[in-house]
């Protein structure tokens, strides 16, 4: 979008009427201009991308909102170079909004604890992406399906569904999460892992749902110093097959 304050808005009728298409063979959207909250996209499926990283969506040091898209079946490939991962959308130092956004079946191909996320990976500065009202499921990432945070950018999930990527749903590595009225359901390895660096980086869960997450724990933070739970149902989970000795199915705090 070349940094533009512009709208782009699908012409009418629902996402899959009017489709942005990678053709596997690059990148969709790309928004690396200093892009802010004056450039919208809005109500396209965004699909069939292909690169190393944000596959669907990749906003580098940009911060545009993104509405009533559905983001689906992009593909993030390992490759020798840079890997932030993002098989449907990549945040780097950024403060996009994706709001009332589908984003579904994708995958990245490879996973670390400061890259991943098959649906989305948001990473470095001291961004503060928004997610609102949003559904991310059935994306593939290895370890990290759902959404990967690291390296100090600062989340907020509002009122978001997650559930049924692979391996856990939320991971955060040094990023400072806020979650409010979300729902964390069916992963294989866990719904949220923090792994906390400095006090400046808790994690804030409020009001959510975190349920049925298979043979993993609800919430598991390593490092704890600070952060708050408060006023969230997390039941029906089963860590014995663990590794680590399966202690604290629902919540467990280890430093």
């Known amino acids: 979008t070349k940094g533009k304050a512009i709208i782009i808005q699908a012409n009418g009728g629902t996402p899959e009427s009017t489709i942005l298409d990678g053709e596997g063979k690059r990148r969709v959207v790309v928004c690396t201009s200093g892009e802010d909250e004056t450039t919208i996209i809005k109500g396209f499926t965004i699909t069939n991308g292909y690169s190393p990283y944000g596959s669907g969506v990749y906003c580098h040091s940009s ?39 589908l984003i579904a079946y994708n995958t990245c191909s490879y996973s670390d604890s400061n890259t991943g996320g098959g649906g989305i990976s948001l990473t470095f500065g001291n961004g503060s992406p928004l997610l609102q009202e949003c559904v991310i499921r059935d994306n593939d990432g290895l370890e990290y399906g ?10 907020i999930l509002d009122d978001c569904i997650i559930k049924d990527n692979s391996g856990t749903g939320i991971t955060t590595y040094g990023s400072n999460m806020s979650l409010e009225n979300c729902e964390i359901t069916g992963h294989a390895a866990g719904g949220i892992l923090v792994s906390v660096y400095s006090s400046t980086s808790p994690t804030n869960i409020t009001n959510c749902m975190i349920s049925d997450n298979q043979a993993g724990r609800g919430i598991q933070i390593r490092n704890p110093l600070g952060g708050l739970i408060e006023g969230c149902i997390i039941e029906n989970h089963n860590s014995t097959s663990m590794t680590d000795g399966g202690a604290g199915g629902g919540i467990r705090s280890t430093y």
């Open 146 to 155: 759902g959404l990967h945070a690291s390296q100090g950018c600062s989340p």
């Open 63 to 101: 911060s545009p909102r993104i509405l009533s898209c559905f983001i689906v079946e992009n593909d993030a490939v390992a490759s020798s170079g840079i890997r932030y991962g993002g098989g449907g959308v990549c945040g780097y130092k950024s403060s996009l909004s994706l709001i009332e956004c």
